[in-house]
């Protein structure tokens, strides 16, 4: 069995070595994303692994098919990457990673929040200028003393929960489905409550087009206390990045932390130019405005989790003609 991974980053191909024994396959591993002049790296493969960053749209499916390949997987919770309906009439198999490591994405989204909450980033800032005095635009409210909202309360939710819960805070949420298993951690009130009594909103929640497109939207933000802070690191299409930039500036925030972007292919995994008028916004307003590349998942434990759990449905394809992680 021969599998061909694409998007492998050097920092991976250690993590690829060591799990490469477990079913034995033979792995091909691909930099970059998969493309139609890439198609000679699929001679002899009979599974395909991508991306995020993979554009598998009809064209791309036509050449996996005429390579005889049945197999094609991603190794990302997200798949809105993929043309499914497409590939699925052309008898393509597909399946994804259901979730990894939560406390990767948990870990990003408290940290955001501490260093804005706490101001130690606006302090260093500060001394990369020259300015090692202390004023009191960094004066700052503990964790302990905060109210941190989770907005969406599943594995990595709940995880986040925890972690600000153990610094002291008080942590409420908003599900759609209550957890009563987390109620000693989280108190559950409605959005509405939730975002008007927290000092942190974080979002945790999963995207669902045509259902929360763009809910963190100046409406949304406009519930949410003067001078509260801002995290997402869920799904940027749960955004609407200029409305969070705006709010920012005219500090009905104090800061927001965005791991993701809405239409993330037009600034993810390039240089941008200086001037453009996203760059310029993200330098006016640092450090309030934190912005990284969707890193969320860029650890150790959450890439051998999708290296891993990809293997996993592999295997049970292969085996059993099915696989609980299907598309």
């Known amino acids: 069995m021969k599998v061909l991974f694409f998007g492998v980053r050097d920092v991976e191909r250690p993590l690829f070595e060591k799990l490469s024994s477990k079913y034995n396959y033979e792995l091909k591993l691909a930099a970059g994303v998969i493309s139609l002049d890439r198609?000679?790296?699929?001679?002899?493969v009979d599974?395909?692994?991508?991306?995020?960053?993979?554009?598998?749209?009809?064209?791309?499916?036509?050449?996996?098919?005429?390579?005889?390949?049945?197999?094609?997987?991603?190794?990302?919770?997200?798949?809105d990457h993929i043309d499914i309906p497409y590939a699925k009439e052309q008898g393509i198999k597909l399946a994804r990673v259901a979730s990894y490591s939560p406390t990767a994405i948990a870990e990003?989204?408290?940290?955001?929040?501490?260093?804005?909450?706490?101001?130690?980033?606006?302090?260093?800032?500060?001394a990369l200028n020259g300015?090692?005095?202390?004023?009191?635009?960094?004066?700052?409210?503990?964790?302990?003393?905060?109210?941190?909202?989770?907005?969406?309360?599943?594995?990595?939710?709940?995880?986040?929960?925890?972690?600000?819960?153990?610094?002291?805070?008080?942590?409420?949420?908003?599900?759609?489905?209550?957890?009563?298993?987390?109620?000693?951690i989280i108190e559950y009130l409605t959005l509405d409550q939730a975002l008007a009594q927290a000092d942190v909103v974080s979002f945790h929640m999963p995207?669902?087009?045509?259902?929360?497109?763009?809910?963190?939207?100046?409406?949304?933000?406009?519930?949410?206390?003067d001078g509260a802070v801002l995290i997402n690191t869920a799904r940027g299409q749960?955004?609407?990045?200029?409305?969070?930039?705006?709010?920012?500036?005219?500090?009905?925030?104090?800061g927001a932390g965005i791991d993701v972007l809405n239409y993330e292919s037009e600034y993810f995994g390039k240089k941008l130019d200086l001037n453009s008028q996203f760059i310029k916004d993200c330098n006016e307003?640092?450090?309030?405005?934190?912005?990284?590349?969707?890193?969320?998942?860029?650890?150790?434990?959450?890439?051998?989790n999708m290296i891993e759990y990809t293997l996993d449905n592999i295997n049970e394809y292969i085996n059993t003609d099915d696989c609980k992680n299907k598309l």
């Open 39 to 44: 198609m000679d790296l699929l001679d002899g």
């Open 47 to 79: 599974v395909v692994v991508v991306r995020g960053q993979d554009k598998v749209n009809k064209e791309i499916i036509d050449a996996v098919k005429a390579k005889g390949i049945k197999y094609l997987f991603t190794r990302t919770v997200g798949y």
């Open 108 to 126: 990003l989204a408290v940290s955001m929040a501490h260093m804005l909450t706490r101001k130690s980033l606006y302090f260093a800032h500060k």
């Open 131 to 184: 300015d090692l005095t202390v004023d009191p635009n960094g004066f700052s409210k503990e964790l302990k003393n905060s109210t941190v909202a989770i907005i969406g309360t599943g594995k990595i939710g709940f995880e986040a929960a925890k972690m600000f819960k153990g610094l002291g805070a008080r942590v409420v949420g908003y599900d759609l489905y209550p957890n009563d298993n987390f109620k000693n």
């Open 207 to 225: 995207y669902f087009k045509g259902q929360n497109d763009e809910m963190i939207n100046k409406d949304l933000i406009s519930k949410m206390k």
């Open 238 to 254: 749960i955004q609407n990045n200029q409305d969070i930039i705006d709010a920012v500036r005219s500090n009905k925030l104090y």
């Open 285 to 304: 307003l640092f450090p309030r405005l934190l912005v990284t590349p969707h890193i969320g998942s860029y650890t150790d434990e959450a890439a051998s």
